[in-house]
């Protein structure tokens, strides 16, 4: 089946100092894929949608100088959270589907717990 | 963008009964329901989807139906069992293959032995 990696799983940096988070599709290519952001007992917020070969689109109340998203190639998109701050300490999830595929499903990353201290 | 409400927030059930869980959204032109279990720190993991053009589809013990016309949806477990203890999160989306997701805020299952 279809796999979706992340990489780091955890990190944990000083306020102030950037952190990127990479997703990865393992077996398929993706053009598009998404990153959400999960808050303790929270649900999961879309934060952007990015694609590959041009601009993220971000979500209202997300800010695109903050968290900047880069889509370099059809298996790669990187997450990179500057300016880190405690309130950015989260769940962050990505998701991808398989180019051309006719499913709607989309597959998600194991995640990357982010602390800010 | 969408809006997803889901209820209850928290159910509890003894083992073998039935559990309910709904959503509601609030674009008519959502058109891809998926049912998601997440457990403590992993991903969320497909159990169920339905799509616009389905009233209803069931995979073992678990079932989901769609009303359109009321743009609300469910999720049906049937003889739960505990390992059917996590949190469930719908979510809908619109547009093609590609669509983005919008979650609801998720159910805490427990089931009891």
């Known amino acids: 089946g279809a796999v979706v990696s992340q990489h780091p799983s955890r990190v944990i940096c000083k306020s102030g100092t950037s952190v990127k988070i990479e997703c990865r599709s393992l077996d398929f290519q993706a053009t598009t894929m998404f990153w959400y952001r999960q808050f303790p007992k929270q649900s999961l917020m879309l934060m952007a949608t990015?694609?590959?070969?041009?601009?993220?689109?971000?979500e209202q109340g997300v800010e695109k100088d903050k968290f900047l998203i880069n889509h370099a190639s059809l298996t790669l998109s990187t997450l990179t959270v500057t300016s880190a701050h405690p309130e950015d300490s989260s769940f962050y999830i990505c998701s991808a589907a398989p180019q051309g595929g006719t499913s709607y499903e989309q597959y998600f990353g194991p995640g990357t717990r982010l602390t800010v201290t | 963008g969408e809006n997803v409400e889901q209820h209850p927030s928290t159910l509890s059930v003894q083992e073998g009964d039935s559990a309910v869980i709904k959503c509601t959204y609030s674009d008519s032109a959502s058109n891809y329901f998926p049912w998601y279990k997440q457990e403590l720190g992993k991903r969320p993991q497909l159990i169920i989807d339905i799509r616009s053009n389905v009233g209803e589809k069931k995979d073992q013990r678990i079932a989901v139906t769609l009303n359109k016309t009321a743009k609300h949806f469910s999720l049906h477990i049937t003889e739960t069992q505990p390992e059917d203890s996590a949190v469930y999160f719908c979510?809908?989306?619109?547009?093609?293959?590609?669509?983005?997701?919008?979650f609801g805020r998720g159910t805490q299952l427990t089931v009891w032995p």
């Open positions: 990015s694609n590959e070969g041009s601009k993220a689109t971000y």
């Open positions: 979510a809908a989306s619109y547009g093609s293959t590609l669509g983005r997701l919008y």
